[in-house]
Antibody
Framework: QVTLKESGPTLVKSTQTLTLTCTFS??????????VGWIRQPPGKALEWLAL???????RYSPSLKSRLTITKDTSKNQVVLTMTNMDPVDTATYYC????????????WGQGTLVTVSS | EIVMTQSPATLSVSPGERATLSCRAS??????LAWYQQKPGQAPRLLIY???TRATGIPARFSGSGSGTEFTLTISSLQSEDFAVYYC????????FGQGTKLEIK
């Protein structure tokens, strides 16, 4: 059974750096083809893809946010970490991590999400 | 960046009827398209990938079609649990989502 769960601060201040951790089970990030991504959703708005890390440590970032994002993995702990620098109130959103399906670029398992509020 | 445009923004349909949701890509994405369902307070749920392949456990009343720039999600006979927001997502180049279609009870 595949599960993912996000953890991190619920409140950050403007200009601070956000660090979120995705802890997963039911799959290994050392298995060929596996990837874990981050997607966010501001309250009442649409989904926005942020970043993806593959089993081979290849990384992909949203072009519009690339300068602010870093994604890393700890295979031994079954964790993926996303950092976002220079947070702003517009970054207030629910942040999800998700398992990238191996046969396509879709995301077949999602965490419950964590709401991060950025105060000014 | 590939822009995904969904229509309509809101669709009102009666239970038991058919619902047709549209998604258009700003450039060809072949069949690199997924559909998700999201209910309030929940994470998205994968319905369709590869434009027309149902994900594991998805009922047969959900079907996807299209390729290139025009895609459709059809729900053949709406059940009460189908009223939600639906998003399309392209994965041809990076990943982008549409703005969503809210399917509401008429």
């Amino acid at each position: 059974q595949v599960t993912l769960k996000e953890s991190g601060p619920t409140l950050v201040k403007s200009t601070q750096t956000l660090t979120l951790t995705c802890t997963f089970s039911g799959f290994s990030l050392s298995t060929s083809g596996v990837g874990v991504g981050w997607i966010r959703q501001p309250p009442g708005k649409a989904l926005e893809w942020l970043a993806l890390i593959y089993w081979n440590d290849d990384k992909r970032y949203s072009p519009s946010l690339k300068s602010r994002l870093t994604i890393t993995k700890d295979t031994s702990k079954n964790q993926v970490v996303l950092t976002m620098t220079n947070m702003d109130p517009v970054d207030t959103a629910t942040y999800y991590c998700a398992h990238r399906q191996g046969v396509s670029g879709s995301y077949d398992y999602w965490g419950q999400g964590t709401l991060v509020t950025v105060s000014s | 960046e590939i822009v995904m445009t969904q229509s309509p923004a809101t669709l009102s349909v009666s239970p038991g009827e058919r619902a047709t949701l549209s998604c258009r890509a700003s450039q060809s994405i072949s069949s690199s398209l997924a559909w998700y369902q999201q209910k309030p307070g929940q994470a998205p749920r994968l319905l369709i990938y590869g434009a027309s392949t149902r994900a594991t456990g998805i009922p047969a009343r959900f079907s996807g079609s299209g390729s290139g720039t025009e895609f459709t999600l059809t729900i053949s006979s709406l059940q009460s649990e189908d009223f939600a927001v639906y998003y399309c997502q392209q994965y041809y180049t990076w990943y982008t989502f549409g703005q969503g279609t809210k399917l509401e009870i008429k």
